[in-house]
């Protein structure tokens, strides 16, 4: 049975303790096998098998939350307008707390000695009208809070909503009983309604502050999403062409892309020719050159040239919604370090209950015997400033914005544990053809002798060349056609041989006469009796130089070398340098023989080589590297280095931009430059330095600030201000990550 995901929109949650409590309902949901709910982008992740969406979203509900399943291709991208609208009904409830909050805040103005002077009118100091003022910011704006605590309670747990509750119905009710038992006297002596009313208007300030601060944290996601193009112009079957919605499309139908315009979807060149600007694919602002056969990915921008191309991917099997999913997948998923923060969730509010009391009792029964307000103000203040969202937000909002700023670079991580890990690496084993070198053969050589050949000439002879080797299908013939530019001459040929192992051979009509022409190894040459002496010597320095070298004759005189090389990545170098400063080990692997290892690895700067490796070996050779204790990242195409990439610590998979192999790899880089694997070293290790200063300040908050409550040194509404200040300092820090530069010289 094939495992299920689903990701839900979650609402309503107020901290991390709220997250808990969800991933507890969905556990109960048959068939579920894993649940993670990110309290930051407040998306629940679940697996299972034989899911039934309605009954996932059901048992939220159930738990006294709200959700919905996220279906991206019904147009997810009206997600952040639903968080939008919800931070405008926030930002409208602290207005209306703020209006009826100013003049109770200025009440307590009279009461402080430094300000008698100030005039503070009586109708102010009225209790009854404080209690008028007060209630509805109580029990109108301030509902949530009571709503959420009814929840988590129904729920066997205690979030931030029971510590707001509680403490501001304490501060309100103890301020009731002493309007109603105390008459209008008692307003000189101080009441709390400007206490519980305060707390509740900071308290939705902060919120709407984290709710802004987490919309930005999802930027990624959302740039991605408004890359994808809305419209097409599709060609009909007698030429013409319409404007159509992208939705509309099917593959294979042949699209106009003009300049200017987006790529409508996945497709393939048909005709034309044009640069294309695939920086929000890889990061990188240099336009790609596009031709006849090129793949082409939507959302890309057509800069210069009419390009008409044939759709091979839509919806959820394109290119940008499987990095979407990615990215997503890495943003929901839960890093190792993050557990450590849920643990100490789920045991702080009830200790924390268990404080405030303490600290009610100590205060009424032993430091001011008697003096409940006093006792009262220190036990609010310790509910209130022990709020724990600053340790809910510390980890994902740091894994969102790690995560979103990677997919701008052209890194994409495919789980947060994954982004935790990668800075630790000790060694990068590189494989060679694909990641070290371009993967493609090519023409580096073609030297030419014909002073004993005066009847040829050298254009005649690299036509010939050029017309011998097409008809060879070998990867390196196809290097030699490609590389030699001589068109113009049309020969004949003839009687054309492959050669198992030596190279090839034909008969060349020239000036109407045949002549024999052979194109391959030393012992091909041999085996005709072909002298090659004087060729020995430059065939030795060209294999020294990594290439592969082949001799030419022309009948039976040897008249040329010919030397066909898998060309270096253009910034390999400069990757290698940049991986060694950081202090790591950088080994590359490779199945050819160990002269032309040798050869690579020294352009490149490699010491450590392992050559002559079969592809079903190359995993072995990782797991001896992890033998010694090394935590080892292998870097390879993705496919023929499967075994490999899922044996190493972390697996990284050079991509193109539309064939992302992210089955066996923990990294896709998107760009096939070696330099992204940097980038990735990069963000891995200021994003798991961000969760650590994230961590640090949540726990030293809650620490430090819990004890100068309980000593009565902190006013209830100055605990409000700086647990809001907290939690919006954590995103605000997280945030940080969406600036990373890229580290290069070029």
């Known amino acids: 049975m094939a495992t299920q995901q689903y990701q839900l929109q979650l609402a309503g949650m107020s901290c991390a303790g709220c997250a808990k409590s969800i991933e507890k309902a969905l556990n109960t949901v048959t068939g579920v096998t894993s649940v993670n709910v990110n ?35 019904k147009g997810s991208a009206d997600e952040p307008d639903q968080r939008e ?164 499309l099917k593959v294979d139908d ?16 048909i005709s034309g020719e044009s640069a294309v600007d695939e920086s929000m694919l890889t990061g990188e602002s240099v336009p790609v050159d596009k031709h006849e056969g090129d793949n082409l990915t939507g959302g890309t921008v057509n800069k210069n040239g009419f390009i008409k191309a044939q759709v091979t991917r839509l919806g959820k099997d394109s290119a ?23 643990r100490v969730s789920a ?106 050949t005066e009847e040829l000439s050298e254009s005649d002879l690299k036509a010939a060349i050029k017309t011998l080797e097409q008809q060879s299908e070998h990867p390196l013939a196809q290097a030699i056609v490609n590389g030699i530019d001589e068109t113009t001459k049309q020969l004949s040929i003839s009687n054309f041989h492959a050669h198992e192992g030596r190279g090839v051979s034909a008969k060349i009509t020239l000036n109407n006469s045949q002549h024999t022409i052979r194109l391959g190894n030393s012992r091909l040459m041999q085996d005709n009796d072909i002298t090659c002496d004087t060729w ?17 004759s022309w009948n039976q005189q040897a008249v040329g ?42 352009q490149v700067g490699i010491e450590h080589i392992f050559a002559e490796v079969l592809p079903e070996l190359k995993a072995e050779h990782v797991k001896k590297l992890q033998a010694q204790g090394e935590l080892v990242a292998m870097v390879g195409d993705g496919i023929n280095d499967a075994p490999a990439l899922a044996s190493a610590d972390v697996g990284i998979a050079m991509g193109t931009g539309t064939d992302v192999a992210l089955e066996t790899a923990d990294i896709a880089l998107m760009r096939a430059d070696l330099r992204s694997l940097v980038d990735a070293l990069y963000v891995s ?32 509404w100055l605990a409000g201000g700086a647990m809001a200040l907290s939690s919006v300092s954590v995103v605000l820090n997280a945030l940080r990550l969406q600036r990373l530069p890229i580290k290069r010289d070029s």
Request: proline share 4%; with cysteine.
């Open 320 to 342: 940008l919604a499987q990095i979407i999913k990615v990215v997503e997948q890495a943003q929901n998923s839960k890093a190792p370090i993050q557990r450590l923060a849920d």
């Open 254 to 269: 042949l699209v106009h892309i003009k300049p200017g315009q987006q790529v409508p979807a996945d497709s393939k060149v």
């Open 85 to 248: 609208q919800a931070q405008r009904i926030q930002f409208i409830k602290f207005i209306a707390a703020a209006i009826l909050s100013a003049p109770l805040l200025y009440s307590m103005v009279g009461h402080f000695s430094w300000t008698q002077g100030i005039y503070v009118p009586e109708w102010v100091m009225n209790p009854w009208v404080q209690m008028a003022l007060a209630t509805p910011v109580q029990f109108i704006i301030g509902w949530q809070f009571y709503k959420g605590s009814y929840t988590a309670l129904r729920g066997g747990a205690a979030n931030m909503d029971v510590l707001v509750a509680l403490g501001t119905s304490a501060a309100y009710f103890y301020s009731v009983y002493l309007a109603t038992t105390g008459g209008a006297e008692i307003a000189h002596q101080g009441l709390y309604f400007e206490t519980s009313a305060v707390l509740i208007t900071l308290i939705l300030l902060g919120k709407w502050f984290e709710a802004r601060a987490k919309g930005r944290s999802s930027a990624a996601i959302k740039q991605l999403l408004n890359l994808q193009p809305k419209q097409a112009i599709r060609e009909l079957a007698d030429g013409t062409t319409e404007n159509v919605d992208v939705a509309s």
């Open 536 to 552: 020995q010597e430059r065939k030795e320095a060209l294999e020294q130089q990594g290439k592969t070298a082949m001799l030419i």
């Open 685 to 716: 290790e200021k994003t798991v330095r961000n969760i650590r200063q994230n961590l640090f300040w949540a726990f030293a908050y809650n620490t430090l600030g819990i004890p100068v409550a309980a000593a009565g040194l902190l006013a209830p």
């Open 561 to 602: 070398i010919v030397a066909v090389a898998d060309t270096v990545r253009e910034h390999a170098k400069e990757a290698v340098s940049a991986l060694k400063q950081r202090g790591l080990k950088v080994v590359m692997i490779t199945g050819d023989n160990q002269r032309t290892a040798d050869a690579i690895a020294k």
């Open 39 to 73: 309290f930051a982008n407040e998306v629940a992740a679940v697996e299972g098998e034989n899911l039934a969406p309605d009954a996932l979203v059901q048992a939220v509900k159930d738990a006294g939350y709200d959700a919905s399943v996220i279906d991206h291709d």
């Open 347 to 452: 045991i702080f509010v009830p200790v924390v209950l268990g404080i405030a009391l303490v600290t009610f009792l100590v205060w009424a029964f032993w430091l001011e015997p008697g003096d409940y307000g006093s006792a009262l103000e220190a036990t609010v203040a310790v509910l209130v400033i022990a709020c724990p969202c600053a340790l809910g937000l510390a980890t994902p909002t740091s894994i969102m914005a790690g995560s979103g700023r990677a997919a701008q670079m052209g890194v994409l991580f495919k789980q947060s544990d994954v982004l935790e890990i990668t800075h630790n690496v000790t060694t990068i084993v590189l494989d060679k053809t694909g990641t070290i070198t371009e993967g493609k053969p090519k023409l580096t050589d073609l030297e030419l002798d014909l002073k004993d």
